[in-house]
T-cell receptor, first 112, second 111 residues
């Protein structure tokens, strides 16, 4: 069983579109994250939720909106996609903020 | 917030040689230092970590050292193998807070 799964794995879309990436973890963790990895491999945290509450919201355009319907899910919705949004987006979870994080396989988003 | 610097950005070694990756951090309150390995097409995975009350930790061919005074920590891989080729990330955090990742080191082990 995949511990942290995200869908889709690849996403190609045109500028201006709205898209969502889904993430689910079956580890029973309380904390979930979204990271963005750019072409230089930099891993930058975007959001963190603990027990469905937003605890970290880094400087991210408000076109990005996370939603956590329950502790096992953290979805990422992106409005009005721009070329600069192209990157690999990773979902992760841990049993507490700052504890060992388990990452999903990533979603490669390409905006054309 | 914390600032983590990582060097080198790329590293090539011959199979069987050792590899060393170094990181420095800025926040003296940081007390947890994990290392993650990211293989091609996959998400990062924890390989070893160290807490501030320990100076060194070893797990088979990998070891991590921590110098709290100088605020730097290092990953050592001995007897490197081709499957060690990956991107390695260091991170620093205060327990209960978010990770701050380094900029990554792309390690290539040449057979």
């Amino acid at each position: 069983d995949t511990a942290v799964s995200q869908t889709p794995k690849y996403l190609v879309t045109q500028m201006g579109n709205d898209k969502s990436i889904k993430c689910e973890q079956n580890l029973g963790h309380d904390t979930m994250y979204w990271y963005k990895q750019d072409s230089k491999k930099f891993l930058k945290i975007m959001f963190s939720y603990n027990n469905k509450e937003l605890i970290i919201n880094e400087t991210v355009p408000n076109r990005f909106s996370p939603k956590s319907p329950d502790k096992a899910h953290l979805n990422l919705h992106i409005n009005s996609l721009e070329l600069g949004d192209s990157a690999v987006y990773f979902c992760a979870s841990s049993n507490a903020p700052g504890a060992e994080a388990f990452f999903g396989q990533g979603t490669r988003l390409t905006v054309v | 917030g914390e600032n983590v610097e990582q060097h080198p950005s790329t590293l090539s070694v011959q199979e069987g040689d050792s590899a060393v990756i170094k990181c420095t951090y800025s926040d003296s309150a940081s007390n947890y230092f994990p290392w993650y390995k990211q293989e091609l097409g996959k998400g990062p995975q924890l390989i070893i970590d160290i807490r501030s009350n320990v100076g060194e930790k070893k797990d088979q061919r990998i070891a991590v050292t921590l110098n709290k005074t100088a605020k730097h920590f290092s990953l050592h891989i001995t007897e490197t193998q081709p499957e060690d080729s990956a991107v390695y990330f260091c991170a620093a955090t205060v327990t209960g807070n978010q990770f701050y990742f380094g900029t990554g080191t792309s390690l290539t082990v040449i057979p």
